[in-house]
């Protein structure tokens, strides 16, 4: 790393430690909010993941993907078991690979509230794929349709709530535009 690279990889470490801070924090009190839905066993609301939103739109995949497992072992071992992490990471992680992928048609295509939709409904199918290992039955499966309703009510209001920090939190829009500009850069 040459001297003029080192403040700004710490910069972005900083970063990335702020966000993922944030994230555990949500989703530790997440936890201890009374589930709304009582006919939806299992399923919430996934407010964590607006920063996991954030960490899409203001820094590199692999930073982005560093934010996602430091957060999900932090939440663990702040307060989960083997399987909250099974679950919460099999899910996690196929919600932030199909947000990455349909973030790329780009933002005409696709708003930041339909990618965060995208998330919840993806979430859901990857918590029910472990579940239905886990069972050793492919049944659990019916139980989708529910959650993806729910993961996408959850996934709106998450993208509503990512949309209006990106608006209204200047340093979020610099960072946003200052990736943008690094894209463009990097494309040329």
């Not at 990471?89 to 696709?110: C, D, F, H, N, P």
């Not at 472990?130 to 989708?144: D, E, G, N």
Request: charged content about 10%.
């Amino acid at each position: 790393m040459t001297p003029s690279t080192a403040p700004s990889r710490t910069r972005q470490m900083i970063y990335i430690a702020l966000l993922c801070a944030q994230g555990v924090i949500i989703g530790l009190l997440e936890r201890a909010i009374p589930f709304p839905f009582a006919f939806a066993p299992g399923a919430k609301l996934g407010l964590a993941n607006i920063i996991t939103l954030v960490s899409l739109f203001t820094m590199p995949i692999s930073d982005s993907f560093l934010l996602v497992w430091m957060r999900l072992l932090l939440t663990t071992l702040l307060g989960g078991t083997l399987s909250t992490f099974l679950y919460s990471a099999t899910g996690s992680l196929l919600a932030w690979l199909g947000m990455l992928i349909i973030k790329q048609l780009g933002e005409r295509r696709v708003s930041m509230i339909g990618i965060s939709a995208s998330g919840g409904i993806l979430f859901n199918v990857g918590q029910l794929a472990v579940a239905s290992l886990i069972a050793q039955s492919w049944t659990v499966m019916l139980y989708l349709p529910i959650l993806s309703f729910i993961g996408i009510l959850a996934g709106i209001a998450v993208g509503i709530t990512a949309n209006f920090l990106f608006e209204h939190v200047d340093t979020l829009a610099r960072l946003r535009y200052d990736y943008q500009q690094h894209l463009e850069r990097n494309q040329l």
